[in-house]
């Protein structure tokens, strides 16, 4: 009993060495994924991310991407283990019948999950000590925040990730002690080798898959910038997901049973081997296809945003101003805007910042409640409230560049977002004709798919007009009629901090001074957060990526093991090796070729409404995105491809057709 118990541990690592090509893959995967996960906790746990100036932001979105990297970790990594149990039925089966008992093999089981359990642990530990701080300087250059500070290891980070990976390691232990402590030798050593029974209500489930589906394309394809964009995206995202599973378990099981109905294309050799092979292991093999197109569309997705927001930085984060230095003044009797004007080029060519995009203007500005073309002052909670500029003819005019005139009870209006799209606009009881609707604007910037937060400017005829539609709103233009005058500064940094500071106290002493902005600690705030928002990007897609080939490498090594035999019986019944390469490049291409192009399919009905989630960070450029998706997928679709010609020679090697 006492050799028994010593030789386990041996037996355990020797078990593990021998099956490397099915361990190593595992331990990578696991290795990495440890060493991500230890690299989160190690900048979350680290006291300087809490000091530094704007890394609030970058917590935040770091511990988000912190519980969801858990949340992906336990079930991709009990689904790994999955290949591994199966792989190992057939042995396990064969210790039962030369005498090994259970409880033994059980121990065995436990001292090889205690091996490989030091081995990621190690392995992750070491690359998080060594890698640790270059991230963490990699997270601090996206966030756009000082380079300069001290990265502490805390033991609290090690402890977490040691616990949390023993947890995982414990699940998947106690689930590969059930399903060999339930089965008999004989049924071990054969599970491997079953083939599984066709699922019943393939037609039910086919169309429930297909309804699935084309309610996650609805929603996608139907999706607006409202405040119902995220829910509408995690719903249409499980649809598709949904969808995807049963359209590859039901949905190929009944295209394979209505290729098999076809004598004159089933009865070919490569047709009926591909054929019957399929729906051989029809289930697993449609599960692991139905992970491959998800994790595919993960992939590509998760890159295409990473790459646009990074390209689309500087616009993203100066969509919400129009422009980055304001002087606003209260009322306009004593504001002197030549003379501003000119004071300010004086101040700046002193420090050598130029300016860029100058405007001046003065307007109304109010909030007010919309319902259909009406706008009133009051609303309940639930009413949409937008922000209205309102400017005469002769100023909008000067601003423009234009000679626009207009009648008594005429405007224009301008949205920042979607079209206003009336004949008329009611203020009040006043009706009001729209004369024409304006697609440009040198004060608001247009975002046609922009549906959740806007502005509207209106162009009334005359003062008399504009004082008419502003009293409606208990708005005195005598008094509260504003003049803004902005800007963007180009020039060195140390150069455009002291125009500013000398420019706000020039600002602060003039008449109806009401507010000077420097738009540039906002916009700064925002590159912290929406760097943070990359640094997740990165790891993510990184993460999708590998476990896309991890399940690649599995399903062709376990599928290998599978057909070894066939093959060999084909060969043997008299077809050749030519034969049968044709026969395994078809199957194999087809397999593979599904996923791609559902992930391929799914990423371009869902562009459009991760075009409106970046729309709620201010990215509305819609041509990069474009650009970014065709071009990762051409990536994606090329990767994929040398991913498939590489674990495939694992399948080739396995059934003895490659040397």
């Known amino acids: 009993m006492r050799n028994t118990m010593s030789l386990l541990p041996r037996m355990a690592a020797n078990n593990i060495r021998k099956n490397g090509f099915v361990y190593f893959p595992y331990i990578g995967i696991s290795v990495f994924a440890m060493f991500t996960y230890f690299v989160f906790g190690l900048i979350l746990k680290n006291d300087i991310m809490y000091t530094l100036p704007k890394g609030v932001y970058a917590v935040m979105l770091v511990q988000i991407g912190y519980m969801l990297l858990g949340i992906i970790m336990i079930p991709f990594l009990y689904y790994t283990n999955s290949f591994l149990i199966k792989r190992r039925k057939r042995e396990l089966g064969l210790y039962s019948i030369l005498g090994l008992e259970k409880k033994h093999i059980g121990i065995m089981l436990f001292w090889e999950s205690v091996i490989l359990y030091g081995i990621v642990m190690a392995g992750a530990m070491a690359l998080g000590l060594l890698f640790s701080r270059l ?13 300069n500070v001290e990265f502490d290891i805390k ?17 998947n232990l106690f689930v590969n002690l059930v399903q060999v402590g339930k089965s008999n030798p004989v049924e071990l050593m054969s599970d491997a080798r079953r083939g599984e029974k066709e699922p019943k209500g393939i037609v039910f489930w086919s169309i429930a898959g297909v309804m699935a589906m084309a309610g996650g394309y609805y929603l996608a394809l139907r999706a607006k910038l409202d405040t119902m964009v995220f829910l509408n995206f995690f719903l249409a995202v499980f649809l598709v997901i949904i969808g995807t599973y049963f359209l590859f378990t039901s949905g190929s099981i009944a295209a394979l049973r209505m290729f098999k109905r076809k004598k004159g294309f089933y009865y070919r050799p490569e047709n009926f081997i591909t054929v019957s092979g399929m729906l051989y292991r029809m289930k697993k093999s449609a599960a692991s296809l139905s992970n491959i197109c998800v994790f595919s569309t993960m992939v590509i997705i998760t890159v295409v945003c990473t790459v646009a927001v990074f390209l689309g930085m500087q616009s993203i984060v100066t969509s919400g101003f129009s422009r980055g230095f304001e002087i606003v003044f209260y009322g306009q009797g004593q504001v002197d805007r030549a003379g501003i004007r000119q004071e300010t080029a004086a101040l700046a060519r002193r420090h050598g910042v130029e300016l860029e995009e100058e405007i001046d203007y003065t307007y109304v500005k109010v909030s007010a409640c919309k319902e259909g073309n009406a706008f009133r002052k009051d ?4 009413a949409r409230w937008f922000k209205l500029y309102l400017v005469t003819a002769e100023e909008y005019n000067l601003l423009e560049n234009t000679g626009e005139t207009l009648e008594p009870g005429q405007v224009l209006v301008f949205s920042s977002g979607e079209d206003f799209g009336a004949e008329t606009v009611v203020f009040g009881e006043r009706e009001y004709a729209i004369a024409r609707e304006l697609q440009e604007s040198s004060i608001l ?7 959740f937060e806007y ?26 009629m504003s003049c803004m005058y902005g800007f963007w ?3 060195d940094a140390a150069a455009v901090d002291a125009f500013s500071e000398e420019l ?26 929406y760097g943070g928002l990359l640094f997740i990007g990165i790891f993510f897609g990184a993460i999708f990526l590998i476990c896309l080939l991890i399940i690649m490498y599995y399903k062709q090594i376990t599928e290998g093991f599978e057909d070894q035999k066939n093959f060999e019986i084909m060969q043997k019944v008299g077809m050749g090796d030519a034969e049968i390469r044709r026969t395994i490049k078809k199957q194999i291409s087809m397999v593979f070729g599904l996923p791609l192009m559902g992930a391929l399919l799914h990423t371009g009905v869902g562009m459009r409404m991760v075009y409106m989630l970046l729309g709620s960070i201010g990215f509305f450029e819609t041509g990069l995105l474009v650009a970014c998706t065709i071009g990762g997928c051409l990536v994606f679709t090329l ?13 080739y090697r396995i059934v003895r057709l490659m040397n």
């Open 155 to 171: 033991p609290a980070a090690i402890a977490q990730t040691l616990i949390f990976y023993a947890v995982v390691m414990g699940m």
């Open 639 to 651: 990767v994929y491809s040398l991913s498939y010609k590489r674990t495939s020679m694992a399948y």
């Open 489 to 491: 500064p180009e020039g």
């Open 504 to 529: 706000g106290q020039y600002a602060e002493g003039l008449p109806e001074f009401a507010g000077y902005f420097d738009r540039r600690e906002n916009m700064a705030m925002q590159e912290s957060m």
């Open 455 to 480: 502005t509207y400017m209106f162009v009334f005829a005359d003062r008399e007009q504009l004082r008419e539609a502003a009293g409606i709103f208990q708005v005195d233009i005598e008094t509260q």
């Open 135 to 147: 991230i963490f300087l990699l997270l601090l250059n996206l966030a756009k925040m000082q380079v």
């Open 379 to 382: 609303g309940d909670a639930y």
């Open 445 to 451: 910037k247009k975002h046609a798919n922009n549906t």
